[in-house]
């Protein structure tokens, strides 16, 4: 920010080159004492209007509520990356359920799912799928009402025999209205670790145990 002030001033009061190191940019203090020598030297016989003075005078207030903007923009900020990385470390080790159709599941302790089903349903199965793509069950849930609706799966194939703990893909689908409609599926992970503002727009990024990396508004439910 500059002000003009007549040549006479400036030729009177002599400022220090050494405190405009940012060229022709003026601080508080430098604005305030130029302001001060402008009145101390000015014509008494022609005043300084007083419209132009209170002019100046909230150039100043600007600056000044301008320094204490950014002070309190740089609080928040700090205080925003501290809440982040306090919730960060309360997610390592938690599971949570997010948009996918796809989970790490150990057969042995079962596994439990949701879809998602826009109208009712006479039959709902939802199939399962190894990770070479084999289709190895089949859950078959029969009729369904609207809304979220919970699944689960014994970790067996079709003949009752235990399945390996991996990555398996798991295919909803409902009849409506005589024709099959694919559902959306939210399936359970392990947070393993979390990476601070490296997501889209800066948010806290989730990394999951075997499935890649989400962020934080993806999650739809957080559990224990």
Do not use: C
């Not at 400036?10 to 601080?27: H, I, S």
């Not at 005043?47 to 928040?76: C, H, R, W, Y």
């Not at 399945?163 to 409506?176: D, H, N, T, V």
């Not at 599926?185 to 997501?199: E, K």
């Amino acid at each position: 920010m500059s002000i003009s002030v007549g040549s006479s001033v400036l030729d009177q009061y002599q400022v220090d080159q050494g405190r405009f190191a940012k060229g022709d940019e003026l601080g508080k203090n430098e604005f305030l004492q130029l302001l001060v020598a402008q009145l101390n030297n000015q014509d008494p016989l022609a005043p300084q209007e007083n419209g132009e003075f209170i002019a100046q005078l909230a150039q100043f207030s600007t600056v000044e509520g301008i320094e204490k903007m950014n002070s309190s923009i740089d609080a928040m900020a700090s205080s925003f990356q501290s809440s982040q990385a306090l919730q960060a470390s309360s997610m390592v080790g938690r599971t949570v359920v997010f948009p996918s159709d796809r989970a790490m599941v150990d057969p042995a302790e079962g596994f439990t799912g949701q879809f998602v089903l826009p109208q009712p349903s006479q039959m709902v199965l939802v199939n399962v799928y190894d990770e070479a793509g084999s289709m190895v069950a089949t859950i078959n849930l029969g009729a369904q009402e609207t809304g979220i609706r919970d699944f689960a799966w014994d970790g067996q194939d079709a003949s009752g025999n235990p399945l390996p703990a991996g990555k398996y893909r798991f295919e909803a689908q409902a009849s409506i209205n005589g024709e099959t409609t694919q559902l959306a599926t939210l399936l359970p992970a392990n947070v393993d670790s979390v990476s601070l503002g490296v997501g889209h727009g800066g948010e806290m990024v989730l990394n999951l145990a075997g499935l890649g990396s989400i962020g934080l508004s993806d999650v739809f439910t957080i559990g224990k």
